[in-house]
T-cell receptor, first 110, second 114 residues
Framework: SQQGEEDPQALSIQEGENATMNCSYK?????LQWYRQNSGRGLVHLIL?????REKHSGRLRVTLDTSKKSSSLLITASRAADTASYFC??????????FGTGTRLLVSP | KAGVTQTPRYLIKTRGQQVTLSCSPI?????VSWYQQTPGQGLQFLFE???????NKGNFPGRFSGRQFSNSRSEMNVSTLELGDSALYLC?????????????FGDGTRLSIL
């Protein structure tokens, strides 16, 4: 079963715009991770945020975590065509390996 | 450093057959996990191995099994294949076991059942 629901399911933007994806989950977690998957390829780890952290940055990525609302968001600033991919949140509860959300398909047009 | 390698990349089988998929983790990584990805069910955890021992198992029937060798390489076996087993099977490795370990994924084996 999937722990996370992601919103929106699909997002289409122009290069240079920001993209925001949201993830909601159901149970308490140890940490939450975001991954990117290009078509036909494996997943690439983007960022990990622990349950006691509220915000984390990595290059053009900004992740927030609100454990009281059981939600996280991923912001990609100044999007590029190369950012076109599916993005997944994954929760880690410590006793079972990652439980992935449903994913957001991002299309960045030149 | 070489990434996670999965072989074969593509596989076509018929119902009732069995299949073995292989995964070589990143050098030095001792934890290997397997996931199944389908359009309908998304990404689902199959099992995790660490030091040749199965540490965690997802909610899959006993037809799905795996093992890990002393060099951390892992194999996954599916017996009595069903049409619903058609999926992308992804292997991921991490340095250690437990919480807070980023997973490094291979490009997967796409299994098609006819």
């Amino acid at each position: 079963s999937q722990q996370g629901e992601e919103d929106p399911q699909a997002l289409s933007i122009q290069e240079g715009e920001n993209a925001t994806m949201n993830c909601s989950y159901k149970t308490s977690i140890n940490n939450l991770q975001w991954y990117r998957q290009n078509s036909g390829r494996g997943l690439v780890h983007l960022i990990l945020i622990r349950s006691n952290e509220r915000e984390k940055h990595s290059g053009r990525l900004r992740v927030t975590l609100d454990t009281s609302k059981k939600s996280s968001s991923l912001l990609i600033t100044a999007s590029r065509a190369a950012d076109t991919a599916s993005y997944f949140c994954a929760t880690d509860r410590g006793f079972q390996k990652l439980v992935f959300g449903t994913g957001t398909r991002l299309l960045v047009s030149p | 450093k070489a990434g996670v390698t999965q072989t074969p990349r593509y596989l076509i089988k018929t119902r009732g057959q069995q299949v073995t998929l292989s995964c070589s983790p990143i050098s030095g990584h001792r934890s290997v996990s397997w996931y199944q990805q389908t359009p309908g069910q998304g990404l689902q955890f199959l099992f995790e191995y660490f030091s040749e021992t199965q540490r965690n198992k997802g909610n899959f029937p006993g037809r799905f099994s795996g093992r890990q060798f002393s060099n951390s390489r892992s194999e996954m076996n599916v017996s009595t294949l069903e049409l619903g087993d058609s999926a992308l099977y992804l292997c991921a490795s991490s340095l250690g076991e437990g919480s807070g370990q980023p997973q490094h994924f291979g490009d997967g084996t796409r299994l098609s059942i006819l």
